[in-house]
């Protein structure tokens, strides 16, 4: 099992904004393109000074399905305009890490 791992930062002002387009419009429409071996999908944050750091972390069954999800530059993170107008920053490569235990 393969994890994509990204980091973004905002305010605290747009934080709950930011939270509930991924919740409800992102996530959503991730999962509904039925990508194969696309799992899971968890978003966490936490204060970090005066933003909001969130950490998104996806599960997929293989890197052939983070390719489907993300293309063969599977390591360039996908920002939609709607998102990125929200950030302080975010993190320009996705990360992947293999799970092992």
Not at 67 to 81: D, Q, S
Request: hydrophobic fraction near 45%; glycine fraction near 4%; charge should be negative.
């Amino acid at each position: 099992m393969i994890v994509r791992v990204w980091h973004c930062r905002t305010s605290f002002e747009n934080a709950v904004k930011l939270e509930e387009l991924l919740r409800t419009e992102i996530f959503a429409g991730i999962k509904n393109r039925n990508i194969p071996g696309l799992n899971d999908i968890k978003l966490m944050r936490k204060t970090d000074g005066d933003e909001i750091e969130f950490l998104i972390l996806v599960y997929f069954s293989s890197l052939d399905s983070v390719k489907i999800f993300a293309g063969e530059e599977y390591e360039r993170p996908i920002v939609p305009e709607k998102v990125g107008v929200l950030l302080n920053s975010y993190d320009k490569i996705s990360l992947h890490y293999e799970i092992v235990v």
